[in-house]
Each structure stands twice: as C-alpha cells, then as structure tokens.
C-alpha cells in the first residue's frame, strides 16, 4: 500500500518566517491533495495538484507537485498565527478506488 | 458557502452497543465517503459510497460497520456492537465527482464526530 511521509513532523517558526513541509510517497502520485486541520476539528481543503511540476497557490500557501521524486512541498510565506495547524497531505490512486490515503500530519506553531 | 455537517458532534456509548453516526453532504455531490483518525493517528478511510452501494472499502470496514443513504440528504454510518478499539474521531467527506487518472476531485469534510466507547 502507499506510504505518505511527512517531514517535519512539527514545526515551530516566527511570525513573518517562511516554511516548508514535504510529502513523499513510496508509490507513483496520481492526485495530491493538501488539508488543514484545526485540532480536534475537521479536514479543511487548501489545494490538489495532478501534473508533475504543477505548482498552485491561495494567499499565502503555494503547493508543488514533483512527479519523478514523488514528493510534494508546502511552502507558507510571511506566516501568520491563522496558519498554525496540522497540515496534512493526501493522496489517491488507481488502486484504492481514489480513496484518500493521508501522511501523519506536519504540526505548525506561529509563534508572536 | 455549501459544507458537510455531522451529528452529534460528541457520542458516548458503552461498549456492545450499536451507533448511528449522521452526515448531510453538499447537495449536489455524488460520491460519499466515511474516514476515522484514532487520538494521535492519521486519518484512515473506511467506505466509500456512489449511486446508492459501496464503491470501496478499507480492511477496517469489516461486517460490523454498514453505511446507508436513507433519504436524499442523509448519510449514516452504523457500527453495530461497539468496541473500545471504534474511539475515535470519525470523518464524512462528499465529492463532486470520482477522481481518476486525469481528472481530480476535491473531498470536502465534516467538522467529524468524537465517538468515546467506554
């Protein structure tokens, strides 16, 4: 079955630093999907990538999907006490139905 | 905005007993789908359901769990005989669509339902 690992598994950084977080599959990506969780509440949808070197932003977040190394990365710029969270990433494939299977979760602490 | 909702948010059962967990997805989704994440694990899928039948199921969806659509709006997972191992907080998603090999679907979630078995 396909692995999902995130690094780092937490991560505490400054207000206005920037991050990143990577994902990395043991399988062939086919869809990557990044969420948000507050903790204890539910998954909130931020991106999902397809294409090998897709890139995609919202605001502040920009996700990247590198097909060969299947890996994607997260990269928040200036961060804001409002991105602290569990970020999570996800995948699908061909073979669980398109079923979601996520990694552990990257913790993210924005510190004042 | 359309979203997913769970009822209730926070069930406590005694082990052995049956559960009825609820979700209303967004109205015009077609495809269902119920997930759990264990305290401190990651989230791990459990059906998936289209045109009124399971799409896919995971090994933990074994004969104890059954999903249903009863009514047009509603989607319920049932676990029958409880068992403290079901803790967890459990998770209905909805998608427009079914992703494929060239086409990708968002999941939108629930806010979840803490179940506690005691």
């Known amino acids: 079955s396909q692995e999902l690992e995130q690094s780092p598994q937490s991560l505490i950084v400054q207000e206005g630093k920037n991050l990143t977080i990577n994902c990395t599959s043991s399988?062939?990506?086919?869809?990557l999907y990044w969420y948000k969780q507050k903790y204890g509440e539910g998954l909130i949808f931020l991106m999902m990538?397809?294409?090998?070197?897709e890139e995609k932003s919202h605001e502040k977040i920009t996700a990247k999907l590198d097909e060969k190394k299947q890996q994607s990365s997260l990269h928040i710029t200036a961060s804001q006490p409002s991105h602290a969270g569990i970020y999570l990433c996800?995948?699908?494939?061909?073979?669980?139905?398109?079923?979601?299977?996520f990694g552990k979760g990257t913790s993210l602490l924005v510190t004042p | 905005e359309p979203e997913v909702t769970q009822t209730p948010s926070h069930q406590v059962t005694q082990m052995g007993q049956e559960v009825i967990l609820r979700c209303v997805p967004i109205?015009?989704?077609?495809?269902f789908y119920w997930y759990r994440q264990i305290l401190g694990q990651k989230v791990e899928f459990l059906v998936s359901?289209?045109?009124?039948?399971?799409?896919?199921k995971s090994e933990i969806f074994d004969d104890q769990f059954s999903v249903e659509r009863p009514d047009g709006s509603n989607f319920t997972l049932k676990i029958r005989s409880t068992k403290l191992e079901d803790s967890a907080m459990y998770f209905c998603?909805?998608?427009?669509?079914?992703?494929?090999?060239?086409?990708?679907?968002?999941?939108?979630f629930g806010p979840g339902t803490r179940l506690t078995v005691t």
């Open positions: 998603a909805s998608s427009l669509g079914l992703a494929g090999v060239y086409v990708l679907y968002e999941q939108y």
């Open positions: 399988k062939t990506l086919y869809g």
């Open positions: 990538l397809q294409k090998g070197g």
């Open positions: 996800g995948a699908d494939s061909p073979n669980s139905g398109y079923a979601l299977n």
């Open positions: 109205s015009n989704h077609l495809y």
């Open positions: 359901f289209y045109n009124n039948e399971i799409s896919e």
